[in-house]
């Protein structure tokens, strides 16, 4: 359904090529904010029937796809595409890095459960101390 502005336009044979390219060029950045939106950021995917859920919801898809777009400029990206792939690809590594860490605890757990030591005090002395975090490697490879 046409806006104002495109009626205006269609109607009003006054209006100059840059007017007009102005108002189309505003409507192509918000044809391309709701496509990338509901793509990318989950727009379209909120079935809440609480409005101010939804305006929550938009209101971070708006926030989300800013802070995106300035990214895009400042690391000269392509596309708000690409550059939502590189960072959930980092997300992606974050969650890596948590199944790792979840590996490292259990494993304390265990060890802790061999020596008959408390997992929180082991754990704490792992961290604080290097040559203990040594002895645990060289403790695994024996088991």
Known sequence: ???????????????????????????????????????????????????????AHVSLAMIRYNLLASLKRSLDYETIGGLFKDAYAGVYELTVVEKIWLIIVEVVGIVADLTEADEDTLMRQLIENDKRLAALQAYAQTA
């Open 1 to 55: 359904m046409p806006r104002a502005e495109e009626k205006k336009i269609k109607k009003d044979t006054s209006v100059d090529f840059m007017r007009a390219y102005e108002i189309y060029a505003m409507r192509w950045a918000i044809e391309v904010f709701f496509a990338d939106s509901k793509r990318l950021l989950g727009l379209s995917d909120c079935s809440a029937r609480d409005f101010t859920t939804q305006l």
